[in-house]
């Protein structure tokens, strides 16, 4: 593992959950830090107060990330502040809704497709030509889930949909940015528990439920996520690229 003091890091969606876990994890290793948000500040202000604790570099900027204009604002002041970026870490998405197949009209289409998808390819055009520019190799770490490797739950037809296509475009973008030394990985969280998401659309049966099912015995929680996000971004000089690391107790084995 490489020593990431001193490393650049623009992470999306960060006020809470893995995204949360993630900043605390990356600032602890030394990393400075600029925090997108889009719900509630609370978080990013306690981010950046613990790394100014630590004499690291450290802001946040709220962002609707499926406009151009807004990630691109965010994305410049992140490099403007960190003097470049080397670390991407594509953490913003959600389900939105459950919605089984009957009901799914086009707008919530177009909508969860927004959420996981065109935001990530808002934010990852924007941060290229700075990812290009690092001097020792780039990280990009995208987050996809077990939903798009197995398909969800009933009613998450569409957000599995993305999921899975985020796994394909973490493979082609790895395909194509290798000449540029960026390696591009993904994790797939399975049962992630103390998160939003779960918070909003898992009840406490459906997790038991699951729960039962996975060999190690409990849900993940969201350090659990950060552990692996952390290890690929210190990979930066590393061999891994196109990969996705599988965190669900077991649950899924591929």
């Excluded at 992140?78 to 389900?95: E, K, R, T």
């Excluded at 690092?134 to 077990?146: P, Q």
């Excluded at 899975?164 to 591009?184: C, F, H, K, N, Q």
């Excluded at 103390?194 to 659309?201: A, Q, S």
Aim: aromatic share 6%; with cysteine.
């Amino acid at each position: 593992m490489g020593n990431l003091a001193g490393k650049r890091v623009f992470i999306t969606g960060a006020e809470q959950g893995i995204g949360k876990a993630t900043a605390t994890r990356l600032i602890k290793a030394g990393c400075d830090i600029f925090i997108h948000y889009h719900s509630g500040e609370d978080g990013p202000k306690e981010l950046v107060a613990l790394a100014h604790a630590s004499g690291q570099k450290a802001d946040y900027c709220y962002g609707d990330l499926t406009s151009i204009e807004d990630t691109r604002h965010c994305v410049t002041k992140a490099a403007q502040l960190l003097g470049g970026i080397d670390i991407l870490v594509n953490n913003v998405g959600g389900i939105v809704g459950r919605k089984w197949l009957g009901e799914i009209d086009t707008p919530f289409w177009h909508k969860v497709i927004d959420v996981n998808m065109t935001t990530m390819l808002n934010v990852t055009q924007a941060a290229l030509p700075y990812l290009k520019a690092a001097h020792d190799g780039a990280s990009i770490i995208n987050l996809a889930s077990l939903a798009g490797r197995a398909g969800g739950h009933s009613g998450s037809l569409v957000y599995s949909t993305t999921k899975g296509a985020i796994l394909t475009w973490t493979r082609s973008l790895a395909a194509e940015l290798g000449e540029y030394g960026i390696r591009v990985n993904a994790v797939a969280p399975g049962l992630i528990l103390g998160t939003r998401f779960h918070e909003r659309h898992t009840t406490a049966a459906s997790a038991e439920e699951t729960v039962r099912g996975i060999p190690l015995g409990r849900a993940g929680n969201p350090d659990d996520v950060a552990r692996a996000i952390t290890f690929l971004a210190s990979e930066y000089d590393g061999f891994i690229s196109g990969a996705t690391i599988d965190i669900n107790g077991g649950i899924y084995r591929m």
